[in-house]
């Protein structure tokens, strides 16, 4: 088995609100992985007296123990439970109503020697590859399917759509968002690898069009994390025009795992 992960902030000096995790147990049966993308909030604008990677660090943490730990939970209990307990650990100092309270993308794997178990709430990309060398894209597209009066600036999006019925979800302090979550299973035989990324690393395929998925988990094979991490920063600085920028942030946190099964 081989796995490999990178990660790495979008402006420098300022801390990285990406997290990611894998664990192997020691029977050499199993394995998984978390990885999560926290979400930034305006300055000053959250409710909460505690930093974004503070609470990606926790739920991130929570998730890694409760996936390897539990396995007669379903990753939509275990993140339901994750959310609940990260909640719990500042109820009594932070606003946990405000709409931008600490929040973030997930996606979790958990695999054993018959399945392969996923879970992606939000824009974070999963994709599998098959034995034969076809690959599959898990997707959380609410996000893109917004109407176009939602996305006429970023606050508007978030006020009128953000963890609401028609607009999308992300894990922050309701556990019942958990049942929002697109899940599945794969036979294990019919999985050879898998890549995990935030939308900073899948950039190269979304937004700069630079191959599909099969070719974005080819980087990912010859390259490892880093290596597509690379080529989307020289992407982004080449970009001086914002052909394909835009509005966007011209870095974002970016993080990528790989696992060889």
């Known amino acids: ?11 420098p000096g300022r ?4 997290w990611t995790a894998t664990a192997l147990p020691a029977s050499g049966q199993g394995g998984g992985l978390v990885l999560l993308d926290g979400v930034t909030p305006p300055q000053g604008d959250d409710g909460c007296v505690h930093s974004v ?20 939970l379903t990753l939509r209990e275990i993140l339901a439970e994750s959310i609940r307990h990260t909640a ?9 109503s405000h709409v931008r309270t600490p929040q973030a993308t997930v996606v979790v794997v958990r695999w054993d020697e018959a399945w392969v178990e996923h ?3 939000s824009d974070s990309v999963l994709l599998f590859e098959s034995p034969g060398g076809d690959v599959h894209a898990v997707l959380d597209d609410r996000l893109d399917r917004l ?8 606050a508007v999006a978030d006020a009128r759509a953000r963890n609401k019925e028609g607009g999308f979800f992300t894990a922050a302090a309701d556990p019942d968002v958990a049942d929002r979550a697109v899940t599945g299973r794969t036979p294990r035989a019919e999985v050879r690898a898998l890549a995990a990324m935030t939308d900073g690393a899948s ?3 979304e937004m700069f069009g630079e191959g599909d998925w099969a070719d974005c988990l080819g980087v990912l094979e010859k390259e490892g994390p880093q290596g597509l991490i690379d080529r989307v920063r020289a992407l982004e600085d080449a970009d001086t025009e914002r052909r394909r920028l835009l509005r ?11 696992a060889r099964l």
Request: aromatic share 6%; glycine share 8%; proline share 6%.
């Open 53 to 72: 990677p503070w609470f990606t660090a926790r739920l991130g943490g929570a998730l890694v123990e409760l996936s390897g730990s539990r396995r007669d």
């Open 203 to 205: 950039r190269w395929t």
């Open 147 to 154: 109407p176009p009066e939602l996305l006429v600036s970023e």
């Open 119 to 121: 879970l992606v709430l």
């Open 88 to 96: 719990d650990s500042h109820r009594s100092l932070c606003d946990l």
């Open 15 to 18: 801390p990285n609100e990406d």
């Open 1 to 11: 088995m081989r796995i490999e992960l990178a990660t790495a902030a979008g402006t």
């Open 248 to 258: 966007g942030k011209t870095h974002d946190d970016a993080t990528a795992v790989y």
